[in-house]
């Protein structure tokens, strides 16, 4: 056994405690090193689900604008099978409306809510320009209280936003008429949307 710079042998007890301290330094850092990965999984997994909505939403617009399966599957080198799948997912996340104009104020917000995960500022922008406007005009008690809900939506979390925006309680049907997010959309992004909203019903 080595001495210490004093000259003395250093008594075993000393030398335990120094490896039990070296021991649980080691075990901590592995453990952070686990969690560090463990987040990094996660994150890699949520990533790879959303990568495969968003395929599947992509394949059900171009249905929606008018391509067959056959052609869809033939133009991104894949199976027809795989299209139909994926489209038969897409349309399954969508909730049951009756309502034609339901049905376009969902996919409409769908299409806002996909924008708000991926940048959610400036679309969050536009909303609040949206809202100050609307906040001018002279509204009656029940218009007042959707204006001051989506002013809370908006300020608030953005997975709480969209949760609320995406509803089907009568509430969440009603604040999507009174929407702050006119212009947050593309011509083409709209149109898409609305052609979806028929699309699902067939």
Known sequence: MGKDPSGSTPSFSSCR??????????????????????Q?????????????????????GLQAEGLSIRDIAKRLGCSPKVVQDSIEKAKRRRPPMER?????????????????????????????????RMKDRRRDEYARGWV???????????SALIDRMLGT??????????????????QAARLVAIHKAVARAT
Do not use: K
Not at 22 to 29: F, G, P, T
Not at 106 to 131: S, Y
Not at 148 to 158: A, H, I, K, M, Q
């Open 148 to 158: 001051e809900e989506w002013e809370r939506l908006v300020e608030g979390d953005v």
């Open 100 to 132: 034609r104009e339901q049905r376009v104020s969902w996919e409409l917000h769908r299409a806002i809510a996909d924008r708000l995960r991926q940048d959610p500022a400036p679309i969050l922008e536009v909303a609040r320009r949206n809202i100050d």
């Open 40 to 60: 990094e999984s996660h994150r890699a997994r949520w990533e790879m689900l959303r990568a495969a909505e968003r395929r599947q939403e992509a394949m059900f």
């Open 17 to 38: 405690g120094y490896h039990t301290a070296v021991s649980n330094e080691l075990i901590e850092s592995l453990l952070a090193e686990e969690d560090r990965c463990a």
């Open 169 to 186: 309680d009568e509430r969440a049907i009603d604040l999507r008429q009174m929407t702050p997010f006119a212009g947050a959309l593309s």
